[in-house]
């Protein structure tokens, strides 16, 4: 899954987000990169990813 992410501006928020979502147990994360991030996992990794990020401060859409 494709996530677009609404304000990431650095490299410090590329590490924030990465960090968010590798805290959520089973997501695959594929790639962390300005303004998106793509990751793997079954409905619930999904939602739990798309949480994380919003708890990071960042607001998480799926891309289509």
């Keep these: 899954m494709t996530i677009a992410i609404e304000g ?19 997501l695959q994360v594929r790639e962390v990169a300005l303004g998106s991030a793509v990751v793997d996992g079954d409905a619930e990794q999904r939602a739990a990813a798309l949480k994380a990020i919003e708890r990071a401060g960042y607001q998480p859409h799926i891309a289509a």
């Design 8 to 26: 990431m501006h650095s490299a410090a928020c590329e590490k924030r987000v990465r960090m968010a979502l590798q805290q959520v147990a089973g």
